[in-house]
């Protein structure tokens, strides 16, 4: 049997209040998200969803008819994001305890073709992981190759991921190293690199936000339907 998770366990409860998010952490996912473009109705895997911090910002994109997958390895994060589920009244959220690097695709194109009625050939429209491949280390690769796995052609792929801060916010390097030292993060892991290596040639749209410290890169599989870039 596998051994428990338990590297979140004790932060759990205060991983929102304790993880920087409000000044520093949130503005990763409000760029991210920005750039994926998301459309009413779409169907977004939430890879490490954690407590669910993307949660609102995905279903104000996707809607009530949309569907937000979330697989996260940690049970006392799971227990947080499913408390947040229940308190804003959301029933199209799916939420799966899983390693992510060990993930079982056929399983979750079932739970999500049940959960929506599609077909099981594209199970998503959309991955999002953030800060979340950094701290997967050796899993990372197999983690992400996995999710894209349930991406539709055309559909999106999007890493906000951390790096040290850039130009004259280098001075803030110590506390960003602290920050990821202590969230278990690879800060040198330059995990977007993913979204570049996958996606359609000229699909591709990056920012950085937080003084060069947050990445964010999204881009679109190779196929049908990818919108040229708005510049
Ligand atoms: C720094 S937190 C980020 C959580 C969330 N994505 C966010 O933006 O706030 C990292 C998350 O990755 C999850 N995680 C780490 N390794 C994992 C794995 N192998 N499979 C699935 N989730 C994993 C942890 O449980 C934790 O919830």
Known sequence: MARPFRRYSAGARWYDLLSGERWVYRAGRVAGI????????DVVLDLGCGTGLNFPLLHAAVGDRGRIVGVDRSTDMLAVARERVRREGWTNVTLIEADAAELDVEDVRARVAEATGRGRAGAVDAVLSTYVLSVMRGGAAD???RAVTLVRPGGVLAVVDMQPP???WRILAPLAHLACALGGADIHARTWRFVARDAAPGSVREVTVRGGHIVAAVGRLPGEDVPATRS
Do not use: K, Q
Request: no cysteine; charged share 30%; glycine share 22%.
């Open 34 to 41: 920005g750039l994926m473009d998301l459309r009413a109705g």
């Open 166 to 168: 850039t130009g004259r």
């Open 143 to 145: 983690a992400w190759r």
